[in-house]
């Protein structure tokens, strides 16, 4: 049960969720951070040092946040914005640096 950033994060980004991070697998996109939901050990570290409480588990989404869940999952797996393939699954954030795009969903918002 990987663990999903939500709506609050958009245009906030502050980062706290990055530094706790212990698999690295928090990426930056242009207005909103995202979750690798198949390198997230679901250890929890993150979710009590958002400031905008913008992380839960995906089971415990808040309902008006459920479609976050997925668009988590499409960062990774979907084609982005400007790009030939999906992001997939990079091995760390600090690899890859900020993408600097977001999904549709966000990039909507
Ligand atoms: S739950 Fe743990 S592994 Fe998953 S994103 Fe948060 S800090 Fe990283
Ligand atoms: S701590 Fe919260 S607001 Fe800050 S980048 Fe992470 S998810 Fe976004």
Sequence with gaps: MPYVIAE?????????CV????V????EGDRKLYINPKECIDCGA???VCPVEAISQDRRVPEEYTAFVDDNNEFFTGVLSG???PLGTPGGA?????IGVDTALVADK
């Design 83 to 85: 790009r030939d393939k």
């Design 24 to 27: 690295d697998c928090i990426y």
């Design 19 to 22: 530094e706790e991070c212990p």
């Design 46 to 48: 993150c979710e009590p």
């Design 8 to 16: 609050p994060c958009i245009d906030v980004m502050d980062k706290s």
């Design 94 to 98: 600090h690899k890859t640096g900020p």
